[in-house]
Every structure is written in C-alpha cells, then in structure tokens.
C-alpha cells in the first residue's frame, strides 16, 4: 500500500492527485457544513413525507399533513369573500347618495367599481376615463344628463339610445340637412362654433348672420345662449367640450347629418349592486356634482 504523501508545511496528507506539481490537501469538511448537509437531507425526506411531492399518474401523493394549495387559495377566497359581503348587502341596500356619504362604503364602491369599470367600460371611455371622440370624457364637469350619483347611476343602469330598455335615456337631433339650405348650415354653424370662441380666425363668415337661423332652430332644445339642457339630453355649446369635434366644419357636419351614439344599458347585465359601484367610481373621477 503506497504511503501518503504529508504535506511539509501544514502537516495534512494530500489526496495523491498530483498537477504540475500541485498536490492537493486532503483536509476534512467542516463539521458545521457535514452537519448542515445531513440535516438537508433529513429535511427533505420529511417534507416528502408530510406534504404533496410524488407525481403519480392522475394525481400526487398527499402527505401526512393532507396539504393543498388548491384547497388553501379556496379557503382565502371564501374569507375575502365573507369579509366582502357585509359591504355589498350595504350597497345593495342603500342608494348611491347614502353610499357617498359613508366614507367607509364609498372606499368600498369605488375600488369595486374601478374594477367593474376595466372590464366593462374602457373600451369606449378609455382606461383613463378620458373618452375619445364620440365618447365622453368622465373626468370633466360636462353632464349631458346630470352629474349626481344616482344621475349617474340612472345612466348606467338604463343606458342611452338603448333600444331594448324602456327607461333608457332619449335624445335626438334632427337632421337639419333635410330641413336648412347649405349656406344656412353654414350661417349657423359659424354662429355655434362662436359661442365658445372656436369660430375665431377661421375668416369664412360672420358667425352673427346665423343667430337668427340658431333662434329659430336650434334655441329650443339649447337655449338662448347656447347653454344645453339636461332635461332634453343637449350639451352646452358655449363651452370647449364636444363630442364630434369645435371646428365650423365638424359642427356642419353635425348639423347636417347628426351622429348619435349609443350607451348599453348594463343593469341587466351586472346587476344592481354593481352598477351603484360603478356610478360611485365615475363620481369619484373628478367631475361627479
């Protein structure tokens, strides 16, 4: 039997394995670290044993302790669930007035109706609330029917120009393509597009030549001054908010041939206690009255 070689300076024998003249120290593992390893290996044994590891054909072993991760995500949900039913009874029960005057159930609606509203709503409105054209902005202070809770909540829940909902909200603007000359058109759309100050510059007319065509056409379901009115659903032309764009040009275009859109009513669909959430969240957006 060959003898080991010791290493002249620190007394340990060496492995035998010899490199360019390297000899490497045979020195011992740590204690702490052999300790360590076996305790590792005690562990996982036992883990085997206690809980789910084996993959069998359809299914795993279970384990003594009978884990499941499955059934810990059921157990949470089912407690969130509980934690959440006594704040939806209470919006369910109350109206969306009361809600907002109940800070702690307003907190509740509006994270509850943020969430109903990235599902439902941002595809029209956008995920901001910002709309686009043709769709309204629901940040701003521009209601064309309200901007109270339950105005809101009314809208929602019964939608605009919903054919298949009896309450739903109405309004038409008739076609004046059919009923004005072009240079009428022209006359009052200058006119229109002065209320706001967006007819300034554009140097094709006098928008005071179609005031006379706006009183006797328009006046009735806007106002005198171009103010709107909510009981008739039309918007306020004396500001800087429009659907279907402020140039003389797209508010001919509106004139002559009038886009309506149209809003789902979504009480059917979500029910009640959501749609109150809902109404809650676009109140809180910034521009709720």
Known sequence: MTEKHIDEVTGVSTTGHEWDG???????????????????????????????????????????????????????????????????AAVASRSVEEILADDALRTFAVSAGA???????????????????????????????GGSGEEIRQTIAHGIRFAQNDD????EMPAFGDILQPNEITQVSLFVASLSGAATGVGAGDPASGREIYAQNCASCHGDAGKGSREFGAPDLSDAIWLYGATPAQIAAQVHTPKHGVMPAWSARLGDTTVKELAVYVHSLGGGE
């Open 168 to 171: 739903t909200r109405i309004s």
């Open 115 to 145: 969430a109903a509203f990235k599902v439902n709503c941002v595809q029209c409105h956008g995920s901001g609330a910002q709309g686009s054209p043709g769709y309204p902005n629901l940040n701003d202070d521009e209601w064309l029917w």
């Open 22 to 88: 390297i000899r490497e120290l045979d020195n011992p593992m740590p204690r702490w670290w052999v300790i360590s390893f076996y305790a590792t290996i005690v562990w996982a044994v036992g883990y085997m044993v206690a809980y789910p590891a084996w993959p069998l054909l359809s299914t795993a072993t279970t384990g003594l302790l009978g884990y499941s991760s499955r059934a810990e995500i059921k157990s949470e949900m089912a407690a969130a669930e509980m934690a959440r039913a006594e704040y939806t």
